[in-house]
């Protein structure tokens, strides 16, 4: 399944579901995606003490590096195996798709006695463990600043550039993604740099929110995930929206959701011309948010902004420029050099101008754009709770689940 759905897939999916986690490891690995697994573990005369499985555990919770939905799966399922032994779960419903992920990794292991399985555990979590201290002695190809994980953030020439990276997930935003971007910001408003630029690895700009961000459920249930996810909505798009220098997206691919909705906040707009934008948020049971419900209307007439919030039409990047959401659009061929050539010409004017030219066009409406960001992450918050979204989301994923 697309790891970049839109919030309410993620919260409905939670609601379907359960932490997939063991009691013994609240760590932030969660299962995902929903491979057919196929158990082929190695087996040694040489049997593992309790000693040994309490410490592998243990070296699970020191484990940096994500190892992957796949081998989260064959850990869940070998845990399994080795507590409690053959797979007593009832199956679960087509729907339900993680625990049926859970259930269809356990259940492979079949008979496998406990000992062996925690064996297996063991050497999984030594090869795991071996992996990464291999991986961290090698030089990293992307030069990624220090800091961060999901993003390439640069400062040369006078220019910031923050890349969002995370090309072969179409850049879907992670909640460590969304945090990151406000750290990125805040050291941007800060650097010697005159402009600051957002712009997307690959072949896409960002496809939106990504489905894992909400599979980790707190002791307050999905109510405290709600809430939580609001205010951390609001407080990322509120980045925006205090962003004293100017601020351009260099949209290098499709857009889709929170990645279109926040361009009514930027200063320019620069896309290519194979980009696409696309805000589906009636199509599943959802609101607009990133003060859209006021900037679209205001930049393209409230007609044109209720067939792309309203109803999800999406637009080519000639229209989005026509309709004033984008600032120019380039020839694909020639869009990077074409863009960053002009940026560098722009990043040699006055700095201390262009912040305060800025902050004359945006302190006329910050308090108001604030009021409404806050209001927009409140009636999402409700949203992702009504029974409405729910539908609306199951509908959805059966369609999914009969491509």
Not at 172 to 196: F, H, P, R
Not at 255 to 281: C, E, K, M, N, Q
Not at 336 to 349: D, G, H, M, N
Request: aromatic residues 8%; charged residues 20%; contains cysteine.
């Amino acid at each position: 399944m697309a790891g970049h759905l839109a919030r309410g897939a993620m919260l409905v999916v939670a609601r379907l579901t359960r932490s997939w986690r063991p009691r013994y490891a609240r760590s932030p690995l969660q299962v995902s995606n929903f491979p057919v697994l196929q158990m082929h573990m190695s087996r040694t005369a040489m049997r593992a003490s309790q000693k040994d499985f309490e410490s592998a555990v243990n070296q699970m919770k020191l484990l940096k590096k994500d190892p992957g939905n796949e081998m989260k799966l064959k850990l869940y399922a070998l845990y399994k195996q080795a507590t409690e032994g053959p797979c007593n779960m009832p199956k679960p419903g087509m729907l339900d798709l993680i625990s049926k992920a859970k259930w269809d990794a356990w259940s492979a292991l079949g008979s496998q006695p406990k000992e062996t399985a925690k064996q297996n555990y063991v050497e999984l979590v030594s090869s795991l463990s071996s992996s990464t201290s291999c991986s961290q002695g090698k030089p990293d190809a992307d030069s990624k600043q220090p800091g961060y994980e999901t993003l390439v953030v640069t400062s040369e020439d006078g220019i910031t550039k923050i890349m969002l990276n995370r090309p072969t997930k179409k850049n879907a935003i992670t909640t460590q993604m969304y945090q990151e971007i406000m750290l990125a910001l805040e050291a941007a408003a800060k650097d010697d740099s005159a402009i600051t630029v957002l712009t997307g690895k690959g072949d896409y700009y960002c496809s939106g929110n990504d489905l894992n961000n909400f599979t980790d459920i707190p002791p307050g249930g999905v109510e405290e995930k709600a809430k939580n996810s609001a205010i951390l909505l609001r407080d990322f798009v509120g980045c925006f929206i205090d962003f004293p220098k100017p601020l351009i997206a260099v949209v290098n691919g499709p857009a889709v959701g929170i990645s279109v909705t926040l361009l009514g906040l930027f200063d320019i707009v620069y896309a290519s011309d194979r980009a696409t934008f696309h805000t589906p948020f009636s199509h599943l049971g959802q609101s607009p948010e990133g003060c859209s419900s006021y900037m679209f209307p205001k930049i393209m007439g409230s007609a044109k902004a209720a067939e792309m919030l309203i109803f999800g039409k999406k637009l080519t990047a000639r229209e989005a420029c026509a309709q004033g959401l984008v600032t120019e659009v380039f020839p694909d061929s020639t869009f990077q050099k074409e863009v960053w050539t002009r940026l560098k010409a722009y990043s040699k004017l006055p700095p201390n101008a262009m912040r305060i030219s800025k902050q004359l066009i945006r302190n006329v409406e910050k308090e108001k754009l604030h009021a409404i960001n806050s209001e927009e992450s409140s009636v999402l918050q409700g949203r992702w709770l009504s029974d409405e979204c729910t539908n609306a989301i199951m509908n959805f994923l059966s369609r999914k689940a009969k491509l």
